[in-house]
């Protein structure tokens, strides 16, 4: 089998590691900030095209205020700490997600990200922000109607916020076993891996490991 051009992961564990090591939530997910720049490294190193990851989702406002501030504080710290950093690795930056209902701050770093990194092609960081993939359908909907679309099997891929890229690799760190209403219209023939691990302690070894994993398993797409 080829290898695989397009991960998706979701980020789970950054509280549980902050805990279990008696630090405020915000250092997990600062941790985790770390973690994802040496996947990101790794992915590119190891031919893959893109990777797209869980940041925020729509149903993370129902956390306690406290920690949803420190979220949306989050993506200026990566933006303020991180974002040279990407650049010399010639990474491009965008972002799916309910963007403009975003708190405006976090829409101006957002807007930094992308435009400072347009002409970057080597790498492909989707970030995702406010997104669920039930508002992801629907907003798939709403966008072919507008262009006086009529949606079918066919064509509905094309309006989703990942538009046709295939997934081949989803990948759920910190234990739980569930999809968590990420990218399901996307992810029909990806290949499922899950890990015990914590996203602040998911290295570049594990995954390599999945990386070589994938390339064992046999693909049929439904064939």
Same mark, same amino acid.
């Given at each position: 089998?080829?290898?695989?051009?397009?991960?998706?992961?979701?980020?789970?564990?950054?509280?549980?590691?902050?805990? @279990?090591?008696?630090?405020?939530?915000? *250092?997990?997910?600062? !941790?985790?900030? #770390?973690? /994802?720049? $040496?996947?990101?490294? %790794?992915?590119?190193?190891?031919?893959?095209?893109?990777?797209?990851?869980?940041?925020?989702?729509?149903?993370?406002?129902?956390?306690?205020?406290?920690?949803?501030?420190?979220?949306?504080?989050?993506?200026?710290?990566?933006?303020?700490?991180?974002?040279?950093?990407?650049?010399?690795?010639?990474?491009?930056?965008?972002?799916?997600?309910?963007?403009?209902?975003?708190? @405006?701050?976090?829409?101006?770093?957002? *807007?930094?990200?992308? !435009?400072?990194? #347009?002409? /970057?092609? $080597?790498?492909?960081? %989707?970030?995702?922000?406010?997104?669920?993939?039930?508002?992801?359908?629907?907003?798939?909907?709403?966008?072919?109607?507008?262009?006086?679309?009529?949606?079918?099997?066919?064509?509905?891929?094309?309006?989703?916020?990942?538009?046709?890229?295939?997934?081949?690799?989803?990948?759920?760190?910190?234990?739980?076993?569930?999809?968590?209403?990420?990218?399901?219209?996307?992810?029909?023939?990806?290949?499922?891996?899950?890990?015990?691990?914590?996203?602040?302690?998911?290295?570049?070894?594990?995954?390599?490991?999945?990386?070589?994993?994938?390339?064992?398993?046999?693909?049929?797409?439904?064939?």
């Amino acid at each position: 089998m080829s290898g695989p051009k397009v991960a998706a992961i979701i980020m789970d564990g950054n509280r549980r590691w902050a805990k @279990k090591n008696n630090l405020p939530s915000a *250092s997990g997910h600062r !941790k985790g900030i #770390e973690t /994802l720049i $040496e996947i990101v490294k %790794t992915a590119k190193e190891n031919s893959l095209e893109r990777l797209v990851v869980y940041a925020f989702s729509t149903e993370n406002w129902n956390r306690q205020d406290f920690e949803v501030n420190a979220l949306m504080n989050l993506i200026n710290f990566g933006v303020d700490v991180k974002l040279e950093e990407i650049k010399s690795n010639g990474i491009k930056l965008n972002f799916i997600g309910d963007i403009n209902s975003m708190p @405006k701050k976090a829409q101006d770093g957002i *807007s930094k990200c992308i !435009k400072e990194t #347009e002409d /970057l092609n $080597e790498f492909t960081l %989707t970030v995702a922000l406010n997104y669920g993939a039930i508002w992801d359908m629907a907003n798939a909907i709403e966008a072919a109607r507008a262009k006086g679309i009529e949606l079918n099997q066919d064509n509905f891929l094309k309006y989703t916020q990942i538009g046709e890229s295939d997934i081949d690799i989803f990948i759920r760190t910190g234990g739980d076993m569930r999809l968590s209403n990420f990218l399901l219209p996307n992810i029909g023939y990806s290949e499922l891996f899950f890990t015990e691990k914590l996203w602040p302690e998911f290295n570049k070894d594990d995954f390599v490991n999945i990386l070589d994993e994938f390339k064992q398993r046999q693909r049929r797409f439904g064939k």
